[in-house]
């Protein structure tokens, strides 16, 4: 899997140094360069879109169970910059934020079904939003050929939505987390989860919960609306201004065509392709595309690295907590019954919700 990840990065990074030196790899890097302090507006501007998506997630879950939005709002940062960072397919780092929500003791069949159907949700909203961008291209640009594609992309996207709610009652999202697991060469979800039968049956409860799930498809539609000032704010820094209709069909396009190429870690190169044409059907130059593709990447390091730098602590300070917490064990349980406890501790591979052992010490 990771000799996989390495070679598809590779490909994506030969795509995206072709894709600059094909238009002129000064002209492209000069232009990004004038986007100057710009690059942290839009890396600010970013937060709120991720507030909204923050806000479905904890929409999907018990009332008993939500921790606070600021908290939600930190583990879809720390899952971004997984996604975005790290050779996971774009999916290791709703695992990632997954094991983050057990922290706030919710059971692990709650927060697996609550990151899947999430996900299943963004992207069926991400179809609609790319829709909706190719109609505003298809009504400012006057082309016969593009109004042939847009009857074709439209038709695909009705039959995709029609197999996404025929497919909802059918054990769809149980098959999108061993989906998942394949990915990533790990049997992670349904380990944590309970097994199947347990995640199956929380998702199945979840999905007939229809005010949840509208409140959830609404916040992730509008995330990606919002995601649109990103582009528009970039292309101002950039001395390219846009319309936010211009702004919108750039960012749905380029957002799908990241999403098609989630197999290569960060999409590279696919992402910077989507710009290029998404701008090129606009009539923007080739250059300010390309260093609006760089300013997006430039932004996704100013969020990602700390991101990961959080996740890391995060991370070692558990396992810390975790170990002093069986060293107290130790002083108090019988051999035998330790020895099973670190079997079994060790067979979840540190995994598995905080243990009982010590509460205070892990929600501290």
């Known amino acids: ?47 709120v879109p991720m507030f909204v998506d923050a806000s479905g997630w904890r929409a999907l879950l018990d009332r008993d169970d939500r921790p606070p939005l600021v908290a939600l709002v930190r583990h879809r940062w720390i899952s971004e910059s997984v996604n975005g960072l790290l050779p996971v397919a774009q999916v290791g780092g709703e695992f990632v934020r997954a094991r983050l929500l057990m922290r706030h003791r919710v059971d692990g069949a709650t927060a697996g079904a609550s990151v899947l159907v999430d996900i299943t949700l963004g992207f069926t909203m991400q179809l609609v939003f790319a829709l909706a961008g190719v109609l505003v291209l298809a009504a400012s640009v006057d082309e016969p050929g593009l109004a042939r594609g ?58 007939k919960q229809r005010g949840r799930v509208a409140w959830c498809a609404l916040a992730r539609l509008s995330g990606w609306v919002l995601g649109t000032g990103e582009v528009w704010l ?3 820094f ?6 936010l209709e ?49 300013v997006r990447r430039a932004r996704e390091l100013i969020q990602g690295v700390p991101g990961l730098a959080a996740w890391q602590l995060a991370e070692g300070r558990r396992l810390l907590l975790r170990r002093r917490a069986q060293r107290e064990g130790a002083a108090l349980a019988p051999a035998p019954e330790l020895e099973r406890a670190t079997a079994a501790s060790d067979a979840a591979g540190g995994l598995g919700p905080p243990t009982d052992g010590a509460p205070g010490e892990l929600e501290r």
């Open 234 to 236: 970039a292309m101002r």
């Open 1 to 47: 899997m990771k000799t996989r990840a390495v070679l598809l990065g590779l490909v994506g990074l030969a795509l995206l140094t072709a894709l600059v030196a094909w238009k002129g790899s000064e002209e492209v890097l000069t232009s990004a360069a004038g986007a100057g302090w710009g690059v942290l507006v839009v890396a600010l501007w970013h937060v």
């Open 150 to 207: 847009l009857a074709a992309a439209i038709s695909a996207g009705l039959v995709l939505m029609g197999l996404f709610f025929l497919a909802q009652r059918g054990g769809m999202f149980l098959f999108l987390a061993r989906a998942i697991e394949r990915t990533m060469g790990e049997r992670v979800w349904l380990s944590f989860a309970g097994g199947a039968g347990a995640l199956d049956e929380r998702i199945t409860w979840l999905w």
């Open 238 to 243: 950039l001395d390219t201004p846009v319309t």
């Open 246 to 294: 211009q702004a919108m069909v750039i960012e749905s396009l380029a957002q799908a065509a990241r999403s098609a190429g989630f197999a290569i870690p960060a999409a590279i190169g696919v992402q910077e392709g989507g710009y290029l044409l998404a701008c090129q059907a606009l009539g923007i130059p080739s250059e300010p595309a390309l260093a609006l593709a760089l």
